[in-house]
């Protein structure tokens, strides 16, 4: 018995709880990024009400201190990144499609796998109790710069610092063990026939982010420790005073820091470039060049991560050689995002649900790539930096693969996890309150930045001699609220459609990859006694010739078309 299949576990705890199986592991990720997500999101509205209204009370939170207020930043970004992005981009997407992609019972080491979802699950259960600590929860930002946060006369926090810094730790860990399984099960699973250039996209950007994440967390993981010893231990790392430098830190945090945006966002254009050419009906346009981009961008996010260090103090030299790479990096990005706004070109749209998302998401990013040129270019950065123009910038370059890539593949792949299908209609309402929203929350956000807003400060009213913008902080305000209610739809489709959902067969929208060649939901194993064998590439649509328009990967040659 090949090492990817174990025998089907039997009793509540092995089937539900401690299972090996990718597709129960996917749906744990799932569900506690879910709830993460949903803790991210209370953090960023007990913001943005403290900072339109400062003196006033949080309802459910009380007044809010400066130093509760780095606690909900860092707290916010920490979750949003770590606890959200992390656990639905890899840890469900990756779990659930890899080896169904490649035909395979499971990952390479169901063990390893079941063990890195409960590592994540104790970093969630560590980090959630930070917030309840004498002292509460760490308010050094997601960054943890030092000297704030190696000092404890600084920081305060006695407990939360550390606890965070452990958290991390293990949720790094947690990713670590998924990623060597992605990357194995992707190389070494693929079934008969399954050429590398046959793989679906999806999988070479769950494996190139793996990749990334790989060689991206040593640096950090030390600097980390380094911190843990300046703080506890007496050592000078980042104390000048001892002959330490706290730059030091920033280097090793965005040497990280950088490549893990990519960590996150190419698993999101994997989910897109999975959805396009089936509502388009059409192969998905540069295949081989989508692939190459994603090894350049790999590369690329290695050698740009001083441009958040523009204005740091760091050597002034280093600057023009950090822009041109930051700038140099968005044109693989940008070849992707043509590759698949040229899959639509004379393509058959239909715009069911996935599709809207997919189309959301490349729009929205657009903002964030176009607006990340100003932060890319040091001489501009010095008027940004720090500003709500990053706030706004990171936010158009993060939700879009975060939340509008998650729902694109929620909604896509639903069917072939759970057996059923959402409700269309909620579907589209999602979509459009939560595509309003985001602009109502987020545009307004680069007004404070031209004007010279500074992110991170608890009580704006203070530079309101830059000019009275109390009106924008509302509307952003009431953008976050609409956001927030616009995701009740889809929580209620979500849960209700698992059991009311219409039946979903095996592959609902005629697509050609093999999960769709699987029962919906797949079995324990995935497939009969034998597995799969691929004759073609990925996105066969339309292709001359055929009966129908959509040739699954798995159909013999010879045959003109799947059963209608
Ligand atoms: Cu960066």
Do not use: C
């Not at 970093?123 to 946060?149: H, K, Q």
């Not at 069917?415 to 299908?421: S, V």
Request: proline residues 8%; aromatic residues 14%; charged residues 10%.
């Amino acid at each position: 018995m090949s090492h990817d299949a174990h025998a089907e576990p039997k009793g509540f705890w092995r089937r539900y709880i401690f299972s090996m199986d990718h597709k129960v592991i996917a749906k744990q990720y799932m569900f506690t990024g879910m709830f993460m997500a949903l803790v991210g999101g209370l953090l960023a509205q007990a913001m943005r009400l403290h900072l339109t209204y400062p003196t006033q009370d949080v309802p459910g939170l009380g007044a809010v201190s400066s130093g509760t207020y780095n606690s909900l930043i860092t707290m916010h970004g920490t979750i949003m990144i770590f606890w959200v992005a992390m656990p639905l981009l890899l840890g469900a997407f990756g779990n659930f499609v890899i080896p169904l992609m490649v035909g395979a019972r499971d990952m390479a080491f169901p063990k390893l796998n079941m063990m890195s979802y409960w590592t994540f699950f104790l970093s969630t259960v560590i980090l959630i109790a930070s917030f309840f600590v004498p002292g509460g929860a760490s308010p050094v930002g997601w960054t943890a710069y030092p000297p704030l946060s190696a000092t404890l006369a600084y920081s305060g926090a006695p407990v939360g610092v550390p606890l965070w810094i452990l958290a991390v730790a293990l949720e790094l860990v947690a990713f670590l063990m998924g990623g060597i399984n992605f990357i194995t099960t992707a190389i070494n699973l693929r079934t008969a026939g399954l050429k590398m250039f046959d793989l679906p996209i999806i999988v070479w950007m769950q494996m190139a982010a793996s990749i990334i994440f790989l060689f991206s967390v040593g640096p950090l993981v030390a600097g980390a420790v380094m911190l843990l010893l300046d703080r506890t231990a007496g050592t000078g790392f980042y104390n000048p005073a001892a002959g330490g430098d706290p730059l030091l830190f920033q280097h090793l945090f965005w040497f990280f820091g950088h490549p893990e945006v990519y960590v996150i966002l190419l698993p999101g254009l994997g989910i897109i470039a999975e959805i396009l050419p089936v509502f388009s009906r059409k192969p998905i346009f540069g295949y081989r060049t989508i692939v190459w981009a994603t090894i350049a961008t790999g590369l690329l996010s290695f050698v740009v991560w001083a441009h958040h260090q523009f204005i740091s103090g760091m050597d002034p030299r280093l600057a023009a050689p950090f822009s041109l790479t930051t700038l140099l990096i968005s044109v693989p990005v940008a070849i992707t995002l043509f590759s698949f706004v040229a899959t639509l070109w004379r393509g058959s749209l239909e715009f069911r649900t996935p599709m809207l998302f997919a189309l959301g998401m490349i729009a929205v990013f657009l903002i964030g790539g176009v607006t990340g040129i100003v932060n890319g270019s040091h001489a501009a950065d010095i008027y940004v930096h720090d500003t709500y123009y990053v706030v706004a910038h990171f936010h158009y370059a993060l939700i879009p693969p975060v939340f509008f890539s998650l729902f694109a593949g929620l909604y896509f792949w639903y069917p072939k996890m759970f057996g059923r299908m959402m409700h269309e209609g909620m579907g589209r309402v999602h979509f459009w309150l939560t595509f309003l929203f985001v602009n109502v929350t987020f545009l307004p956000m680069f007004l404070l930045g031209f004007k010279g807003y500074p992110r991170r400060v608890s009580d704006p009213s203070v530079f309101a001699s830059l000019g009275d913008m109390h009106s924008v902080q509302i509307l952003s305000t009431i953008g976050t609220i609409g956001l927030l209610a616009a995701q009740i739809p889809f929580l209620i489709n979500f849960f209700a459609s698992m059991k009311v959902g219409k039946k979903a067969e095996a592959n609902p929208w005629r697509s050609t990859t093999l999960e769709w060649s699987a029962p919906s939901p797949p079995p324990h194993g995935n497939w009969g006694p034998l597995l799969p064998a691929v004759y073609r590439g990925p996105y066969e649509y339309s292709a001359p010739g055929a009966t129908v328009d959509w040739l699954p990967q798995d159909l013999a040659p010879g045959a003109t078309g799947p059963k209608a």
